[in-house]
């Protein structure tokens, strides 16, 4: 067990497996740290670990007063606890020992305005405070996460060399800028889980069509997903994917685990915040909203079994698992091309309501790099983050990611493909609402003309909402119904 002769650089509370890691990580890059959690024996063993694995300059504290006290001014302490009460509690146990230019920094998933809420908390006691999102998991917590500090820039500046090391390393710096003032950290990850949340469901649905419409193996589609990691879909979560589908089921003894695992999805809120976010913002976000209700049909599983035996016995034949011949080669580039397509909408729409939210809030937010830091460490990592940030530099006021030259170019070439696999999908009754609602992102913002001028005639209609014209200038209000029925005005 290592042993402080001095004080240590940095603190951090909350030592769950990403406290942990985290903390490890940091004491890994030289900086000596000193941790602390309620429960003991998580201390006892963050130590222990430490001592195992290269006698880490890491060191136990046992109560907050002792934690708070170990630590060289001006302080610097991470709390890693659940969003939400136990932060609270936490800044509680520990503030009353710290003094004014110490710093708070909250690496949980936490709803933005409660850090602008703490913020003004700690400022009323000479405190800073740093809301930080950190993502990658608990693999990225100790070998390199992407790091996203919002709020004080002078509590930034304090750790900025911790925090260079301890992020992910990329080939042009380190996954972790400061991202703004406020709680701009917090809600700049939660647009991360949000993307997030429809890359998952892309990947799903491209799973579910070669699956059952092209009646690929799971060995099949380890080989698929590992080629396209290999191309412009290269990325963590393809990856992963390529994973899963090489590990047999031990517990069964045959056959891969995939497909004994119950097609239900867990979420732990990010998502929806994203969605809520997008409806306050006015922001059109279908792709991640689709990749919600995902979520939540998925939970209905007894619902769904139930209405699969209804429908069956009211006629409906299913056409999943009825291949028939099918160009297994033409499938998989197709799907290919989809879900790139789909991907690109998905980020799309994240950099949107990042770019909204900005203007509301004054953050100022670098869209480009905001791409960059996430092109190492986080679960979203992908080798097209590099062309999203060329992009942005390109034209840091691009209206949307889609009409790049380069990104419109590619959606134009892959459009025909993206067609064909939502309408295999819909012909064989294969739920696609990522794919499709990304489809449909891109038709309804391609389109100079919709026919949004029959809508806003029916609110003129019934609630007399007035309208605009496209040949002249002002505000207008028809009286519908009598012109309609002849009458004179």
Sequence with gaps: MATADALSRIGLAGLAVMGQN???????????????????????????????????????????????????????????VKAGAPVDQTIAALS???????????????????????????????????????????????????LMPGGSHRAYLNIKDILGKVAAQVEDGPCVTYIGEGGSGNFVKMIHNGIEYGDMQLISEAYDVLKNAGGLSNSELADIFADWNRG??????????????????????????????????????????????????????????????????????????????????????????????????????????????????SYAQ?????????????????????ARIWKGGCIIRAVFLDRIKKAYQRNPALANLLVDPEFAREMVQRQAAWRRVVGLAIQKGISVPGMSASLQYFDTYRRA?????????????????????????????????????????
């Design 449 to 489: 003309r919709l026919p949004a001028n029959l809508v806003q005639a029916q609110r003129d209609y019934f609630g007399a909402h007035t309208y605009e014209r496209i040949d002249r200038p002002g505000s207008y209000h028809t009286e519908w119904s009598k012109l309609a029925r002849g009458a004179t005005v």
């Design 96 to 146: 009353q020992y710290m003094e004014p230019g110490d710093t708070i920094i909250d690496g949980g998933n936490e709803w933005y305005e409660n850090t602008e809420r703490r913020i003004s908390d700690a400022s009323s006691k000479g405190l800073l405070y740093l809301g930080m999102g950190v993502s990658g998991g608990e693999d990225g917590a100790r070998h390199g996460p992407s």
């Design 350 to 370: 994240g950099m949107n309501l990042l770019r909204a939210k900005s203007v509301e809030k004054g953050w100022n937010l670098n869209l480009g790099e905001l």
């Design 232 to 345: 412009e879909l290269e990325s963590f979560l393809i990856e992963i994917t390529a994973d899963i589908f090489q590990v047999k089921d031990f517990e069964s003894g045959h056959g891969e685990l995939v497909d004994k695992i119950l097609d239900k999805t867990g979420m732990k809120g990010t998502g929806k915040w994203t969605v809520q976010q997008a409806a306050e913002l006015s922001i059109a976000a279908p792709t991640i909203a689709a990749s919600l209700d995902s979520r939540y049909l998925s939970g209905l599983k007894d619902e769904r079994e139930a209405a699969a035996e209804i429908f069956k016995g009211q006629g409906f034949k299913e056409e999943i698992n009825n291949v028939g011949v099918v160009d297994k080669k033409r499938l998989i580039d197709d799907v290919r091309q989809a879900l790139y397509a789909s991907k690109i909408c």
């Design 22 to 80: 985290l903390a490890l990580n940091i004491a890994e890059k030289g900086f000596p740290i000193s941790v602390y959690n309620r429960t003991t024996s998580k201390v006892d063993e963050t130590v222990d670990r430490a001592d195992r694995e290269g006698h880490l300059p890491l060191f136990g504290q046992y109560n907050p007063k002792d934690f708070v006290l170990s630590i060289q001014r001006p302080r610097s302490v991470i709390i890693l």
